[in-house]
């Protein structure tokens, strides 16, 4: 009889742990999805490198039923027929150094490398890329504050990787950047940097100097605040060689070409500021995040046009026009852009 109350007590308690167990189970069963709703990118840095976006590119049956997939190998097709111009007439061949890759991102767990590129919706890509290599940190980009997302340290740089591993990346990894027509993205910056009062980093490092070389009897205050540069001066500084030979061009107005040296790196995707939602979530649909990562949707009602761009250019001289386009020449080749119908060619 004690024998059976022994045993029946025994079973209860197994059954008991049985009970709990499952319990426990579901609890963190139903816990897990709970954040994998909130946040899908756990899934992906648990399933690291079981798409690779390169591959996914160059898959025929994607390139065959894709209208996106025409267009981008145009894109490349341009890139290709325009550097080789430019290799057989130039002598000089550039090597690039670690230093010159300081704009490449990488993402190591998807096998990305994104070249940004200032004016051209880089903020948001930085988002973008802080959320892909977060490991769940990050699920909406667009809760990343932007003094945050251009930290150096929050994202990776090609330029911290030995010889060896740069090279492996550029063979490996998807590469890609995007682009705006040249002198949009030009005045663009200008009216970020000079004409916004809280730049007053840019008008000290800049503003002061554009003034004191090119302004006949500036006032003090124009002298030690560099707040109020026209347009017509910071073209007189951009196409001055002692600027060029300075080396002061900075990223925000330096050309592509020299930003991300698009005729000795292959990229595989040139994405374009016109198309840039469309583009971007091409992108993110390779990758294999597009069901639950989108491009960020861009609305701003102030942002820089083509006849906005106009308008200023008609503010300076038929020389310093043609100045500026032979300085942005090589973009508006690389890129596709015509040369704009405003600028005053003979």
Request: glycine share 4%; hydrophobic share 35%; aromatic share 12%.
């Amino acid at each position: 009889m004690k024998r059976t109350l022994y045993e029946v007590m025994r079973l209860k308690r197994i059954c008991q742990m049985i009970a709990a167990t499952c319990l426990g189970s579901f609890i963190l069963v139903i816990f897990y999805f709970q954040i994998i709703q909130r946040n899908p990118f756990m899934i992906d840095s648990c399933r690291k490198g079981s798409r690779k976006a390169l591959q996914e590119l160059y898959n025929p049956a994607q390139m065959e039923l894709s209208g996106s997939a025409d267009l981008h190998q145009a894109r490349r097709d341009q890139l290709w027929n325009v550097c080789q111009m430019y290799n057989a007439s130039s002598h000089r061949r550039q090597v690039l150094t670690p230093g010159d890759l300081k704009h490449l991102v990488v993402d190591e767990d998807h096998e990305l490398i994104y070249c940004y590129v200032p004016k051209v919706a880089c903020t948001n890509w930085k988002r973008i890329m802080m959320v892909l290599t977060g490991r769940g940190k990050y699920s909406n980009p667009m809760e990343i504050p932007s003094n945050e997302a251009h930290l150096s340290s929050n994202l990776k740089t090609m330029n911290q990787y030995s010889i060896a591993e740069i090279n492996h990346r550029l063979k490996n990894y998807l590469k890609f950047l995007f682009v705006r027509e040249p002198f949009e993205r030009l005045i663009s910056a200008y009216r970020n940097k000079f004409t916004l009062k809280y730049n007053s980093s840019f008008h000290k490092r800049f503003g002061t100097r554009i003034v004191r070389r090119y302004r006949k009897n500036a006032t003090d205050d124009a002298l030690l605040n560099g707040d109020d540069v026209k347009f017509k001066e910071f073209a007189e500084y951009l196409v001055d060689p002692a600027t060029q030979r300075e080396g002061q061009l900075n990223e925000h107005w330096e050309t592509v070409h020299q930003l991300c040296h698009p005729c000795h790196i292959h990229y595989d995707l040139v994405g374009k500021y016109e198309t840039l939602e469309e583009d971007a979530n091409y992108i993110l649909r390779l990758v294999g995040v597009g069901d639950y990562l989108h491009f960020p949707s861009y609305t701003k009602s102030t942002r820089t046009t083509d006849a906005m761009t106009a308008k200023f250019f008609s503010n300076i001289s038929s020389k310093q026009q043609i100045q500026l386009y032979q300085l942005y020449k090589f973009d508006f080749l690389l890129f596709n852009y015509s040369t704009p119908s405003y600028i005053q060619m003979d």
